[in-house]
């Protein structure tokens, strides 16, 4: 099994940590995605969706239950990674699956709005 | 909606440029108004930034860009009134509504906008809107730091008499900054520079306070009249220089006292009419790059001219001759001092000193006043002003030494006095004896004036048979000058800036006489 060559982030505030099991790459993201995580979570998204297409994988979930904030600039990030993935070829692009946390009121929303930007890639559960 | 086929291609490329950038300028004042609340005219630029965009959207058939333009001005409205203190998806989706309008903008080059659920968004920004809207607003978050001194100074209107005292005080380290050197130069330039933006502060204010206080006072009115009115701001947010502002204030409050007494009918009448019961005012506010326009439109039954014509003939207003006066001609007798179509004083008008009051207000500062008519239809006043009411004619010449550029207003005539006129075409001359040269004058009263490497002329200025006598290096231009901080009238001189150049504005009337 090829492995997925994805750093983890671990500062006090916010980690990130990512799977892949042979088949599906998860995710994990944890604590305040505010301005000082911006640059390392910027890093991961443009890593794991160089990972994605070395890996050929047609999905992958990102898991923010645990994730209490994120601000505008992190959120940039994720539009960015998400027209990214809009402009590969057709046959290149992959699915994106967004686990959410019900009682982080901030998720409600933003990611409803994220998912119109690409309703065909995007999927939002609980 | 013009079909976007039929547009160029190159002006697709550069309205979309433009856009791109106009987005990039929201989106980081966006994160400045989040954080550190509006300061200087952020908002409003950022509100003029957008709705540029959505206009150009619209001309260019990009429909989809002005419906999220048109949802997000909603939303930043909301957020203005909030304070900026808004919630976190609320922020959001503002950012997300910037990058969903860049990327609408981006793909529209030959590229599919399939996947995108634009009406999934605009529901989300629909959402967030209704939802804050229903929230109480947040207490307000101490700001990110201190608010300035400055802007604290803002609520203070400082006397004319206190802020002269600063603007002389900083007259005096300008003219010390210019004749001195090396490091002790640069300092004085920078308590210079401090003390005019503390000055320019001073002389500021907002606009938007006064305009909500008339817009009640014209409702009010309205009532006690018995009429009903609806009253539309539509206003760029904008400061202006105190005086302008005051000259504002008086022609607005004529204006609408106008508007609501003689222009709007009672409902009855009204309905009679065909118009619905409550008359429309529109107060437009734009704020042009040099001037303020404000236009305060009614949909009144006009300005009765035949009325006008008759109080005029009775006031003995008319040509003497009995010639006609045209339609501008009788709308021009309104400003007259003294004039009413009415002939009974009331407690709102009718004595005659509305429009003059107004015209005289805003002439004071540079300002004008339009007034249009339409029988039945409505009347519309137009107010323009200067931003800073601080622009005057000068006759610009050099001095004598430290490069300085000196400076009168244009109201007094200056000549080359004497041999100096050749002098002032390139040939040498000695100065008059009883001239004074400005500098020393200013610098060290009682102290020889000296010439510098060229040689000095003498200058004439006069005035009402006042006559004054320059010392300056090199003969007059006339040109125009910003006053960058206004000392009083008896005071002997102020900053200027003429051509983006620093100059030292003479006030001759108190300069030594002609001996």
Known sequence: MTSLELPEVSSPHFSTQATYDGKLIRVHLAGNADLHAKDALESLLTRLHAEIQRLGASEVTVDLHDLEFMNSSCFKSFVSWISAVQDLNADKQYRIRFLSNPAMLWQRRSLHALKCFAIDLIQIEQ | MHPQTALPDEFLARFRTVALERLERLEAGWL????????????????????????????????????????????????????????????????????????????????????????????????????????????????????????????????????????????????????????????????????????????????????????????????????????????????????????LDTALLHALRNAVDHGIEDPASRRAAGKPPAGQIRIRVRAGAERVELAIE???????????????????????????????????????????????????????????????????????????????????????????????????????????????????????????????????ASASASAFDPVVLLLAPGTPSEAGGRAPITLRLSKGGRVVQVRAGGAPTPETAERLCATSDDHPAEVVSIAGVEALLLHPDVLPRKS
């Open chain 2, 32 to 247: 400045q108004l989040t954080q550190s609340g509006d300061e200087g005219n952020l908002a409003a630029n950022m509100r003029r930034d957008l709705h540029t965009l959505k206009g150009d959207s619209r001309v260019v058939g990009f429909g989809d860009v002005n419906l999220l333009c048109h949802k997000l001005e909603d939303l930043l409205t909301l957020a203005q009134l909030r304070s900026y203190q808004v919630p976190e998806d609320f922020d959001l989706v503002v950012t997300m509504a910037i990058h969903f309008i860049a990327m609408l903008l981006r793909k529209r080059v030959g590229q599919t906008v399939g996947g995108i659920d634009l009406a999934g968004f605009v529901q989300q920004m629909d959402d967030v809107l209704r939802e804050a809207q229903a929230q109480k607003p947040q207490p307000i978050r101490p700001p990110s730091r201190p608010p300035s001194v400055l802007a604290s100074l803002r609520a203070d209107r400082l006397s004319r008499r206190t802020r002269h005292y600063l603007a002389a005080a900083a007259t005096t380290v300008w003219l010390e900054h210019a004749v001195a050197s090396g490091r002790s130069r640069d300092r004085l330039r920078d308590v210079w520079l401090a003390l005019t933006e503390t000055l320019s502060v001073l002389d500021s204010e907002p606009l938007a306070p006064r305009l909500a206080r008339h817009v009640h006072t014209a409702r009010q009115l309205a009532r006690d009249l018995g009429k009903q009115i609806d009253v539309a701001l539509d206003a760029d947010e904008l400061t202006v220089h105190a005086e302008i502002a005051d000259a």
């Open chain 2, 298 to 428: 009614d949909d009144g039954r006009g300005v009765d001219l035949v009325q006008v014509r008759r109080r005029a003939g009775e006031m003995r207003l008319l040509p003497p001759h009995g010639g006609e006066l045209s339609e501008a001609g009788l709308l021009e007798i309104l400003f007259q001092p003294g004039f009413s179509t009415k002939s009974r004083v009331s407690e709102v008008s009718g004595r005659g000193i509305g429009l003059d009051a107004a015209r005289a207000a805003l002439a004071a500062e540079g300002g004008t006043i339009e007034l249009h008519s339409s029988a039945g239809r409505g009347t519309t006043v137009v107010l323009r002003a200067p931003h800073s009411g601080r622009h005057l004619p000068v006759h610009r010449f050099d001095a004598t030494r430290g490069g300085l550029v000196l400076a009168a207003p244009a109201e007094w005539s200056v000549t080359l006095e004497g041999d100096s006129a050749a002098a002032g075409a390139g040939a040498g």
